[in-house]
């Protein structure tokens, strides 16, 4: 079997820090004639929430040119594995391994025991090369997975993309909603998110994608107060200046900004001026990405 570089994560949200990590897999095994091999793992052991679906993970991942992604289960047999047990089994012999790329903060094996001096101390004897990737900093904080979250949650939608070097975005299928975006002259299509996909609320700029064409968009997220009392949440995209909008099945909403907080109007005609101010917003400060 031809010897490996190998790459471990979870990888949530495939930031620029894990981009780097990723990058130095691929392009080390190309210099030295190497298989460029990336260990993830379908869940984690926590129900947190997460900035990518499984499917959105595995298609972003294969954008780098790996020669292999390698999908663990992680069940808790898995999660029982000892580190030495972990690094022979699913490591040297499964991959041949001969280098491994990790980030700052690895940890591996049952209950998180091993770490990179653990790693170190295992390859050694085997002639492996660790290699450890420094962290990634913005305005000199270290970019990671929960800080992308808690900038989500807060709005920073910018410093997000900035984290992510590219746009977050939100894939669901369109399901039928009470057609009153259409009653007040913006038809919206109402999305089935996943549920473990985490949302930030209130009203954003974004842009979507049809075929090769992207067109603006205006995103809510919330309970629409004005117009219901179910304060369950609701993902409603209206597309501007596109005429698909009633043959929508399905979308995805690349976040450029948020506009504001959602709230409660006194009427539908003060919810339509706002809508039409939003809208005016987006035409005027999203740039479409070139086709």
């Known amino acids: 079997m031809k010897k490996s570089i190998v790459t471990i994560g979870f990888f949530d949200g495939i930031h620029i820090g894990h981009a780097k990590l ?21 869940k984690k052991a926590n129900k947190n929430k997460l900035l990518m679906t499984l499917a959105e993970k595995i298609e972003y991942l294969k954008t780098f040119g790996l ?7 992680f069940t808790e047999v898995f999660a029982s594995i000892a580190p030495v047990v972990f690094y022979r089994k699913f490591l040297l012999n499964r991959f041949n391994m001969k280098k491994v790329v990790i980030g700052y903060d690895f940890m591996f094996g049952r209950n998180r025991s091993g770490n990179s001096l653990l790693l170190e101390k295992f390859c050694k004897p085997d002639n492996c090369r660790v290699i ?51 009653t007040l002259g913006f038809p919206t299509a109402n999305l089935k998110i996943d549920p473990l996909k985490i949302l930030p609320e209130g009203v954003f700029s974004g842009f979507v994608k049809f075929g090769r064409a992207y067109y603006p968009a205006v995103a809510n997220i ?16 209206h597309v501007i200046n596109c005429k698909k909008n009633a043959i929508i099945k399905e979308l995805r909403f690349f976040f450029v900004n948020k506009i504001r907080t959602e709230k409660k109007f006194r009427n539908l ?6 809508i039409a101010r939003d809208v005016s917003f987006v035409l005027s400060s999203v740039k479409l990405p070139s086709s």
């Open 22 to 42: 990723i990058e130095t897999t691929v392009n080390t095994a190309k210099k030295e004639g190497l298989r460029s091999v990336l260990i993830t793992f379908d």
């Open 67 to 73: 020669d292999k992604i390698e999908m663990i289960p």
């Open 132 to 182: 450890e990737i420094h962290p990634m900093k913005l305005d000199s904080k270290v970019v990671s997975s929960s800080a992308i979250k808690n900038c989500l949650l807060n709005g920073e939608i910018i410093k997000v993309s900035r984290m992510l070097g590219r746009n977050y975005s939100v894939y669901g299928e369109v399901k039928k909603g009470q057609g009153l975006g259409k």
């Open 222 to 237: 919330g309970s629409n107060p004005t117009v219901s009392h179910d304060k369950s949440l609701k993902f409603e995209v």
């Open 269 to 274: 005609a003060e919810l339509r001026k706002q």
